[in-house]
């Protein structure tokens, strides 16, 4: 889970990076603290924003983003957190079943992206509800048929764009109706060869 939340002013962030012991590292744009209690990783901003991750809970997430403000004050900021929102919700999940990556970019043009050269895996992107699977390819050598190799995923899928752990269900179980739907058309595929 990613939340985010604001902490009412502005941030020095090479005087948190200073003043917090190697608890903090500068990044490009941000500090990135790293927290032990609750175990997560914040990114804190110049303006006062604070993205927090590596909860499982937006509970814990707004725990690590309290931890973070009680982190400034100590160090002399005066700073609240407020406006706290859980923004990404990122699961995972085994569907199962293997998953051919190239016949599902074929059955769906509409809703998938894959282009290995840019990206390794292949964007379903679903509608009800709007979720983004992300199914990573490995090429499998099928030399035994000749040249051409085949690629497929092993069913382990990430799920991400929600801000509901809810739809990631959802979405898990449309997964099966796709695998049939993609399983009837594979089958009408090897009729027709």
């Given amino acids: 889970m990613v ?5 009412g002013n502005k941030i020095v962030l090479q ?8 608890r903090a590292e500068m990044r490009k744009n ?3 603290l790293k927290l032990t209690h609750p175990k997560s990783s914040a990114m804190l901003f ?4 604070v993205v927090c991750t590596g909860q499982s809970t937006e509970e814990g997430l707004k725990a690590a983003a309290q931890k ?4 400034l004050k100590h160090i002399d900021f005066h700073v609240s957190l407020s406006d706290f929102q859980l923004e990404n919700v990122i699961g995972r999940a085994d569907a199962g079943f293997r998953i051919l990556v190239e016949e599902l970019a074929l059955r769906y043009p509409d809703v998938t992206t894959y ?10 992107r679903m509608a009800k509800p709007k979720v983004h699977i992300l199914i990573f390819a490995r090429y499998i050598n099928a030399s035994s048929r000749g040249p051409m190799h085949h690629v497929h995923a092993s069913g382990k899928v990430v799920f991400t764009g929600s801000k509901e752990t809810r739809h990631l269900r959802d979405a898990c179980a449309n997964i099966s ?5 993609t399983l009837n058309w594979m089958l009408a595929l090897y009729d027709r060869s």
């Fill in 46 to 49: 110049p303006s006062g924003k």
């Fill in 115 to 124: 282009e290995p050269e840019l990206y390794p895996a292949l964007v379903f």
């Fill in 177 to 181: 109706i796709v695998r049939l739907s």
């Fill in 3 to 7: 939340g985010s939340g604001r902490l």
């Fill in 15 to 22: 005087d948190v990076v200073n003043k917090t012991n190697k």
């Fill in 30 to 32: 941000c500090v990135l």
């Fill in 68 to 71: 973070v403000a009680q982190l």
